[in-house]
């Protein structure tokens, strides 16, 4: 009896899915700036069968992600679309169901490093029939880039691009656009806390709207312990105590 875990599901699913993690930057926002990124990133899909985002968390790798796996399914409408949402459970069977049929696949995979039985998703291009055309997109964050780049290592020609932070005018732009804070005060203080990183703007944009009041953002260290505790939770992980320090 085959046993579906509910972690292999279309985009719409896999967006309200995400949407609920209150540590996550919002899916349903503007496609800001990143254009030439996108197009860098779109050629890739084209060009390879396995593209690697890495970056920061928070940094915008998921948002982007999407961005290209919409346009791409534009472009080729013969593609099964999929993403991989983590529940910790491995996904063997899953993968078993889902991709021994004749066809194209595309595959989101969003924190790769996360995902219980990635290893199972690469072997997808190796086993692959000639009936078959995976293209597979992965996130990654930047401190468990070689994990995940040991991991695909079997694979040839994987493709990888990192996304960068957003420059101080930039996080001001997506602050008045999509929260349409426009108090020099409330923007210079958010810049200052976010350092670039559009997760931190956002969380801290949406306490400032919350509470109305430039207080609100002045001591932010319980902002931050929230930020960090997904990647303290990772950093646990991997057992290195120094790097946890850092």
Known sequence: IEVDTGQIVPLDVFISRYEKNKLATTLQTEFH???NEKNDLFSLMQESNLVIISGQAGVGKSRIAVECYRQFIAANNTYKAYCIFNQGIDLFEDIKSYFSETGNFLIFVD???RISGFQYIVQLLQTKRNDQNFKI????RDYALEKIREIC????G???ITIKPFTNEEIKILLKEEFEINNHLYLDRIVDIALGNPRI???AAQVAKDSNTLESIRDVSELYDKYYS???SDLDALEDRDILKV
């Open 33 to 35: 700036f990143r254009v």
């Open 111 to 113: 924190d790769a490093n």
């Open 137 to 140: 997109i992965v996130t990654v």
């Open 153 to 156: 290592q079997p694979i040839s």
């Open 158 to 160: 994987v493709a990888e």
């Open 201 to 203: 703007a956002v969380m």
């Open 230 to 232: 997904t990647i303290k």
